[in-house]
């Protein structure tokens, strides 16, 4: 397996040198959210180098995950996103130490994660509250966080940035996520990754979240199976589309954020 490795990361080493690659294999990651965001970004992280990582979705894999997020196929359709993000990566690197936690992280499951274990954090939550939340204990407590605005409802790669927080304009999230950290009297400024560009309203109206579309029937039938599968879409104001060439380049930006950062501390 160290064979594999060495050769995993070869062409990165030789951008990045040895110290890095180093380090980059030591590192301990946790990624909330492997949608269409985070899935790139775990993808992203563990052909760099990362060797530990852990995995967070309370979500199942239905139909219409099949246009952006990585670790979705017709073959796996209904299973937990968390599993099988965590099988991809170990085909790509037996090797690796990947954990799955098929569990929302929110205010009642918070304190199980231990947060201050992890190395970096990285957000990729669609709940502004969730999101808030999870920023509030990182930034508490001293722990590296990257996070993702939004990246539904947007069409251009080139309006992609990565900025602290408080130099985002235009996104609605990103908006709410200041809103949020001022209410929790939170001053620090985490760097995140965004889009400058307007929303594009849908252009047709959506099934999800009402209950009579694929992905519903797939939730339900794994939670009478004993599944716990949070319906994300009936808890949204409205179901924005997304593109793959735009959630792709959010979770890659996410994962040089990390990589950069551990560059920086070796050198």
Same mark, same amino acid.
């Given at each position: 397996?160290?064979?594999? /490795?060495?050769?995993? =990361?070869?062409?990165?080493?030789?951008?990045?040198?040895?110290?890095?690659?180093?380090?980059?294999?030591?590192?301990?990651?946790?990624?909330?959210?492997?949608?269409?965001?985070?899935?790139?970004?775990?993808?992203?992280?563990?052909?760099?180098?990362? !060797?530990?990582?852990?995995?967070?979705? &309370? $979500?199942?894999?239905?139909?219409?995950?099949?246009?952006?997020?990585?670790? %979705?196929?017709?073959?796996?359709?209904?299973?937990?996103?968390?599993?099988?993000?965590?099988?991809?990566?170990? &085909?790509?690197?037996?090797?690796?130490?990947?954990?799955?936690?098929?569990?929302?992280?929110?205010?009642?499951?918070?304190?199980?994660?231990?947060? =201050?274990? /992890?190395? /970096?954090?990285? $957000?990729?939550?669609?709940?502004?509250?969730?999101?808030?939340?999870?920023?509030?204990?990182?930034?508490?407590?001293?722990?590296?966080?990257? &996070?993702?605005?939004?990246?539904?409802?947007?069409?251009?790669?080139?309006?992609?940035?990565?900025?602290?927080?408080?130099?985002? %304009? +235009?996104?609605?999230?990103?908006?709410? +996520?200041? !809103?949020?950290?001022?209410?929790?009297?939170?001053?620090?400024?985490?760097?995140? +990754? /965004?889009?400058?560009? &307007?929303?594009?309203?849908?252009? =047709?109206?959506?099934?999800?979240?009402?209950?009579?579309?694929?992905?519903?029937?797939? !939730?339900?039938?794994?939670?009478?199976?004993?599944?716990?599968?949070?319906?994300?879409?009936?808890?949204?104001?409205?179901?924005?589309?997304?593109? +793959?060439?735009?959630?792709?380049?959010?979770?890659?930006?996410?994962?040089?954020?990390?990589?950069? $950062?551990? !560059?920086?501390?070796?050198?």
């Amino acid at each position: 397996m160290e064979s594999l /490795y060495t050769n995993l =990361t070869h062409r990165t080493e030789l951008v990045l040198g040895g110290a890095a690659i180093g380090r980059i294999g030591e590192i301990n990651v946790l990624v909330v959210g492997v949608g269409g965001v985070g899935s790139w970004c775990a993808e992203g992280l563990l052909r760099s180098g990362v !060797r530990k990582m852990t995995v967070v979705d &309370s $979500d199942i894999i239905c139909p219409t995950n099949l246009n952006r997020q990585i670790e %979705s196929t017709a073959a796996n359709l209904g299973k937990p996103k968390a599993d099988e993000m965590r099988d991809r990566l170990l &085909s790509i690197n037996p090797g690796a130490e990947i954990t799955a936690i098929n569990r929302i992280f929110n205010a009642e499951s918070a304190e199980s994660f231990n947060l =201050t274990s /992890y190395d /970096y954090v990285i $957000d990729a939550i669609d709940s502004v509250a969730d999101k808030v939340l999870l920023l509030e204990l990182c930034l508490r407590g001293s722990v590296k966080i990257f &996070s993702s605005m939004g990246a539904g409802a947007k069409t251009d790669p080139s309006r992609i940035r990565a900025v602290k927080l408080s130099k985002t %304009s +235009v996104c609605p999230l990103a908006r709410a +996520v200041r !809103r949020g950290l001022r209410q929790r009297g939170i001053t620090g400024d985490p760097m995140c +990754v /965004y889009s400058d560009e &307007s929303p594009v309203s849908p252009a =047709t109206e959506s099934v999800c979240g009402t209950g009579n579309c694929a992905c519903c029937d797939m !939730r339900d039938a794994h939670n009478d199976n004993g599944g716990n599968a949070v319906d994300w879409c009936a808890k949204k104001k409205r179901i924005n589309g997304a593109l +793959v060439h735009i959630t792709a380049i959010f979770g890659f930006t996410l994962a040089s954020l990390v990589i950069q $950062d551990v !560059r920086k501390s070796v050198d």
